[in-house]
């Protein structure tokens, strides 16, 4: 069952996003197994924002495990995912039309 994850990351910066993804995609393991998509911002208090799609939540979770070092390598502030689930993910290219 496909999960949406999002991370509220307080004092979270674009710059430690940023160099934490480019550690991500230049890992052997990128892209990880049940990715869906990924959407990340400011989260307008002063921390970032990143909001996943996954096929389960095992697949999150694995991933997690595998990204954690390279968040602190970047300096990434300690952040607990929240997982619910989702009834439906429509992509754009999918879509008929």
């Given at each position: 069952?496909?999960v949406i ?91 008929p039309g």
């Open positions: 069952m496909a994850v999002t991370v509220e990351i307080p004092g979270g910066t674009e710059e430690q996003y940023r160099e934490s993804s480019r550690q991500m995609m230049a890992a052997e393991w990128f892209p990880p197994a049940g990715f869906i998509a990924h959407a990340a911002g400011p989260d307008g208090s002063g921390g970032w924002r990143v909001v996943d799609f996954w096929e389960s939540e095992e697949d999150f979770r694995a991933f997690a495990e595998h990204a954690r070092p390279l968040f602190e390598r970047a300096g990434s502030p300690t952040a607990v995912p929240h997982v619910q689930q989702a009834v439906n993910v429509m992509l754009r290219g999918e879509l």
